[in-house]
């Protein structure tokens, strides 16, 4: 079959409808954890911290959502996607209200940690929603949509959130946001489908050794490692660099942020529609080649004016978020739907290590030099470049497992109404 030969992904209004509420809780979800970054100039200061010590605030969240997913591997697929997002969600907008409130570093290490045992669970609750709604031919462009929120935080989020960081402290951006996540959680207690189809799909419940065991989800979860240590050994100092490195001032920083993002918002849809229409593989491999060069160019940037930094900082954004797109698609279809809830967070557990262990792993090589400056940041730049290329070849090893979706043979409103 041809590109041209492949059925067009339309979305009907009701499952557009589904995929806004998926992403308004991808937003805050994603938002948390990106909020924490662009704060490292401001949270060094507050809590007179170094690098390192900063590495630590991003790798507890990672650590823990290690653990959380872990742990949830075994049950997610148990219960009605519905009830498995909203009961994730909740203790995700508690521990967000915690991080804003810790007084301390420690207290806000901490919290961070709990944070994370949810929010990593309530990615892979959502992507389980996608993969179960969308087939395989449309999971790209829905991907697409969801993953937009990533965009959608840097626009919005991340912006307003260093302002109420700069005029109320660190905490600030935390207390709003979870008070942005009880009113999504209202919305998808009222209006999210119980998404029940899965249940009917099988009734043996696997074992952790079960999902691990497949060779197809082994190659599955080491491509997700190797894309994501590629990523956040050098996205949590994208923020710290652009100061200490590339000479701007911390008020310029969110301009990175808002003009990265809101091109982000565009490419992402457009690169998951790509991905249906060109093959998912193809187009990730060329996205990925470019987030290579990106990178690259980014660790290794001294100072420049604002406009280099705006302009690299964006090109960044747009590959770095841009291959996660065909990625995930990719990922979700490598495992069948009785099952993909497992799969998912035993997927995420992965990447949250990889996320921990990369956030501590770059925070102890770019260092402090006596000027101010991320020393070690070019040295990050080349071994998230090794990940990258490795990820390159893991995914042409990938399979799809997909079967006809239960959501997919069902008239629209019954989506509406929620799958029996």
């Given amino acids: 079959m041809t590109s041209f030969d492949r059925p067009r992904p339309r979305i009907s209004r009701s499952e557009w409808g589904l995929l806004m509420l998926l992403a308004a809780v991808q937003f805050t979800n994603i938002l948390d954890f990106v909020i924490v970054m662009p704060l490292a100039p401001l949270a060094k200061v507050q809590y007179t911290i170094t690098s390192d010590q900063f590495g630590y605030i991003v790798g507890s ?51 961070r940690a709990v944070a994370g045992l949810f929010g990593g669970v309530v990615g892979a609750a959502v992507m389980a929603v996608v993969g179960d709604v969308f087939a395989d031919y449309r999971r790209g462009t829905a991907m697409g949509v969801v993953m937009s929120a990533f965009a959608v935080a840097s626009v919005v989020g991340v912006p307003l959130g260093m302002f109420l960081a700069e005029a109320f402290g660190v905490g600030a951006p935390f207390v709003a946001l979870a008070g942005l996540s009880a009113v999504v959680w209202i919305a998808g207690f009222f209006l999210l ?49 652009m100061v200490a490195n590339a000479g701007q001032a911390q008020e310029n920083v969110k301009w990175v942020y808002l003009v990265g993002g809101a091109v982000t ?17 193809l187009v990730f491999r060329v996205v990925a080649v470019a987030a290579i060069a990106m990178a690259l160019v980014l660790t290794n940037l001294t100072v420049v004016p604002l406009w280099v930094a705006v302009l690299v900082g964006t090109g960044f954004m747009v590959t770095m978020s841009g ?45 402090d030099s006596p000027d101010g400056g991320l020393p070690g940041y070019p040295l990050v730049g080349l071994i998230s470049a090794g990940f990258a290329a490795l990820s390159l070849v893991l995914v042409g090893l990938l399979k799809t497992a997909d079967v006809p979706n239960t959501a997919d043979v069902l008239p629209t409103p019954e989506l509406v109404e929620g799958v029996a």
């Avoid at 959502?65 to 697929?77: R, V």
Wanted: proline share 5%; net charge positive; with cysteine.
């Fill in 61 to 111: 969240y990672g650590f823990a959502a290690f653990l959380g997913s872990l742990f949830a591997a075994k049950f997610l697929d148990r219960f009605g996607r519905k009830r498995a997002v909203l009961a994730l969600y909740f203790g995700f907008t508690l521990s967000t209200l915690l991080c804003g409130l810790a007084p301390t570093y420690e207290t806000l290490v901490a919290a």
């Fill in 193 to 241: 489908p119980p998404l029940r189809g899965h249940l009917s799909a099988g009734r043996v419940h696997p074992t952790i050794r079960d999902l691990a065991g497949s060779p197809n989800h082994v190659l599955a979860f080491a491509f997700n490692l190797a894309l994501t240590t590629s990523g956040f050994l050098v996205v949590p100092f994208i923020a710290d660099a």
């Fill in 265 to 281: 918002l565009v490419t992402t849809n457009l690169i998951g529609r790509l991905a249906d229409r060109l093959g998912k593989k």
């Fill in 323 to 367: 291959r996660f797109v065909p990625a995930q698609a990719l990922i979700t279809g490598c495992a069948r739907p009785e099952v993909r809830g497992g799969f998912l967070s035993l997927n995420s557990s992965f990447g949250f290590l990889a996320m921990g262990v990369a956030s501590t792993l770059a925070g102890l090589l770019v260092g």
